[in-house]
């Protein structure tokens, strides 16, 4: 018998307001508010807009000021400054946190990425510090499970073939998985389907046809 | 328990271990020779027991107290602990999974200490014998059952002040119960004071689980009722530290 297959979801209701003691951005979209499902949604904001207040309050790492929200998988919530000890290498990192088939599947893919697992985390450069992250993050996503990513600028430090190499991933594995990604328009050419912009303290939600496809354009909405 | 995994892995890369373990094991054999031993060598036996517990509390509290600390400040600055609790993972069960992994390196060390006295410091009498084997376990329960809350408040202090203060406090705790209410008690005899005798109350007493000097005077294992009241005094403390532990342990690091 297969099992249920449940989908990840996102749902931010009207009236949200996130922040810390006063509100940086809040939902006031009409209708049912803003929900997100399965596949890749990129969140994009100036600084200090509400991009990592948003991810955290998600994971729920912090309350909403007001509003509710309701984040439905298994969340997992990589921060921008997350380290881990700077003598182990990643190869042990890995191996802590992933199961034996996936943690081989993390080797090859650290290889194409050029990432030396052998190599203490403290003496990695700040792109394969990311990587490392990446990784982890990535393989943990379950088999035919429902996993909700919320990652807080992944791509920061990481060169172009790499990001790239984690979008392609990404695409072809979206079953079953819903990837929020924070970061900022700087790589005009690249396709955007899904954003969840933050601008003038307002969370709007723009995808499918209305969606703007080239992040260069998407510079334009925001303030 | 990726967070126990993360830590022990750690651990073990750090090298330090191999220190300790120097220290628990080589320390007792060697130190007792730098007795008078020559002119009775009967002093051999004893001061071996006396180097392996000693050793024990010191590596204990100079370098597991200090790891817990730094473990607790470091999964909360580094992000891990927010990782772990948007998964699903809660702080009380982080803070376990980090306080366990200490665990795992402190009772090897117990066990040396125990290996030592049985093997190294063995009296041949076999009804002394039996009586060390059973101080030697007495003693061991009532040492696990003092250091192992004060190294879950090593990795809760830490993780919402910093490893100094984390390990700081469990150091001045273990030192005082120690040896600063033997102080406060010489004072309580020589003045009638009641905001003293009330603080000599509620003082920890670790002193009560050193059992040092009943295996180097061989004074025998502790009364079944005498030790099973300092296992339920010390369960108490154990109970009120950890309660305490799991209102401070903060995953997250302070917005």
């Given at each position: ?73 298994r969340?997992q ?14 190869k042990v990192i890995f191996e802590a946190f992933l199961k034996k088939g996936k943690c081989a599947e993390a080797f090859d893919l650290a ?24 990784l982890v993050a990535d393989f943990s996503v379950q088999d035919r499970g429902?996993d ?76 | 328990m990726q967070l126990y995994r993360l830590?022990?892995a ?77 998964s ?168």
């Amino acid at each position: 018998m297969n099992p249920p297959t449940v989908k990840p979801r996102i749902h931010l209701a009207r009236g949200l307001s996130i922040g810390y003691g006063e509100s940086l951005a809040s939902i006031e979209s009409d209708g049912d508010g803003i929900v997100l499902e399965g596949g890749t949604h990129y969140l994009l904001a100036r600084n200090g807009r509400g991009k990592t207040t948003l991810l955290k309050t998600l994971a729920g790492v912090l309350n909403p000021l007001e509003g509710d929200y309701s984040c439905e998988g298994r969340c997992q919530y990589l921060s921008e400054d997350l380290t881990f000890d700077r003598e182990l290498p990643a190869k042990v990192i890995f191996e802590a946190f992933l199961k034996k088939g996936k943690c081989a599947e993390a080797f090859d893919l650290a290889q194409t990425l050029e990432l030396d697992v052998k190599k203490p985390y403290g003496q990695l450069s700040t792109g394969n510090k990311r990587k490392v992250a990446l990784l982890v993050a990535d393989f943990s996503v379950q088999d035919r499970g429902h996993d909700v990513l919320l990652l807080d600028e992944p791509f920061t430090g990481l060169d172009t073939f790499s990001r790239e190499v984690f979008q392609k991933r990404w695409n072809h594995n979206q079953d079953g998985v819903l990837r929020l990604v924070s970061c900022h328009p700087d790589f005009d050419s690249m396709e955007v389907n899904s954003s969840v912009l933050i601008s003038d303290g307002k969370i709007t939600h723009m995808a499918g046809d209305e969606s703007t496809q080239c992040w260069g354009e998407l510079k334009t909405h925001l303030n | 328990m990726q967070l126990y995994r993360l830590t022990l892995a750690t651990m073990i890369q750090r090298k330090v271990w191999i220190i300790a373990l120097f220290c628990a094991l080589v320390l007792p054999i060697v130190l007792p020779y730098l007795t008078p031993y020559e002119s009775n060598p009967s002093l051999l036996e004893p001061a071996r027991a006396q180097a392996a517990w000693g050793c024990l509390w010191v590596v204990t509290i100079a370098w597991l107290f200090f790891q817990a600390a730094r473990f607790g400040d470091d999964t909360a600055r580094s992000g891990l602990g927010a990782y772990f609790l948007s998964s699903g993972v809660s702080g009380l069960s982080q803070m376990i999974q980090i306080w366990l992994a200490c665990l795992s390196f402190l009772l090897p060390l117990v066990l040396i200490a125990l290996v030592i006295c049985f093997i190294g410091a063995m009296p041949s009498d076999s009804a002394q014998a039996q009586m060390w084997i059973a101080t030697n376990l007495q003693y061991a329960a009532l040492f696990l059952l003092v250091v192992t809350p004060l190294m879950m408040v090593a990795v809760s202090v830490g993780s919402r002040f910093g490893s100094t203060v984390g390990y700081l406090i469990p150091l001045c705790m273990s030192v005082y119960g120690m040896y600063g209410v033997g102080y406060l008690a010489m004072m309580t005899d020589a003045q009638s004071n009641l905001l003293l005798d009330w603080l000599y109350v509620v003082s920890p007493h670790y002193h009560l689980a050193d059992l040092t000097p009943r295996l180097v005077f061989k004074h025998g294992s502790m009364l079944s009722s005498e030790f099973l009241q300092l296992v339920v005094y010390f369960a108490g403390i154990k109970m009120v530290l950890a309660m305490l532990s799991t209102l401070t342990f903060q995953p997250k690091a302070a917005t």
